[in-house]
């Protein structure tokens, strides 16, 4: 089992492009959850996942920012026209069934906005 | 609104001593808690949670609901403890984490 796997581990964006972030949770798991860590701060909820639902985004900004985890592929995290704010290490975690379990965390993408 | 404190940014201590990493929480209703560890180079890591009562690589740490803490301890540090340590709080139907801001733990030989 490959763990939760993130990508790219680090990306570089210039000042309104757009970031797409890449999770695939472990085998097994439906439930997915993305963070973001700014510097000097600890892990921030973003937005909570399941196969081809929202359950809870009340972390993510209200523009600009869009979550997906569709039916077949890995859950997306998209940043459009990015700024130097948005600068962060963003993680993704999964969990088989609720966040009670204890998620199991990726090895986060970290973005860089310049 | 549910909130995670962890007072210190870094602890240093040698080989051998007591660690305690504090953790403090403000939450209204039935909290469930976690420790998660960042080593070097490496994802975080769920280190333990407080309703497995269990111990990890010798790290234990009670709920004391009358203190709204949860703190980490171990009798003996060892270097390969040395890492960033966070405590978050699952929360809600949909059990998102509130995380503290971490603390840095640094084991000298």
């Known amino acids: 089992n490959a763990g939760v796997m993130q990508n790219p581990r680090h990306l570089v964006r210039r000042r309104g492009q757009e970031a797409r972030l890449r999770c695939s949770p472990m085998?097994?798991?439906?439930?997915v959850y993305w963070y973001r860590q700014l510097p000097e701060e600890g892990l921030k909820f973003m937005v909570y996942?399941?196969?081809?639902?929202?359950?809870?985004e009340s972390g993510m900004p209200k523009e600009r920012f869009s979550a997906e985890f569709p039916k077949e592929g890995p859950s997306i995290l998209r940043i459009q026209q990015v700024v130097r704010g948005d600068s962060a290490a963003y993680f993704c975690?999964?969990?088989?069934?609720?966040?009670?379990?204890?998620?199991?965390f990726g090895s986060g993408t970290r973005l860089t906005v310049v | 609104a549910q909130r995670v404190t962890q007072p210190e940014k870094l602890l240093s201590v040698f080989k051998g001593a007591p660690v305690e990493l504090k953790c403090n929480y403000s939450?209204?209703?039935?909290?469930?808690l976690f420790w998660y560890v960042q080593y070097s180079r490496q994802r975080l890591q769920l280190l333990l949670r407080?309703?497995s009562r269990e111990s990890i690589k010798g790290f234990t740490a009670d709920l004391n609901k009358g203190e709204t803490s949860f703190h980490l301890k171990k009798p003996f540090a060892q270097e390969e403890d040395s890492a960033m340590y966070y405590c978050?709080?699952?929360?809600?139907?949909?059990?998102?984490?509130?995380f503290g801001k971490g603390i840095t733990l640094s084991v000298r030989p």
């Open positions: 975690a999964s969990s088989p069934g609720g966040g009670n379990y204890g998620y199991t």
């Open positions: 085998k097994g798991h439906s439930h």
């Open positions: 996942l399941q196969k081809e639902n929202i359950i809870d």
């Open positions: 939450y209204s209703g039935s909290p469930e």
């Open positions: 407080h309703i």
């Open positions: 978050a709080l699952a929360s809600g139907a949909n059990s998102k984490l509130t």
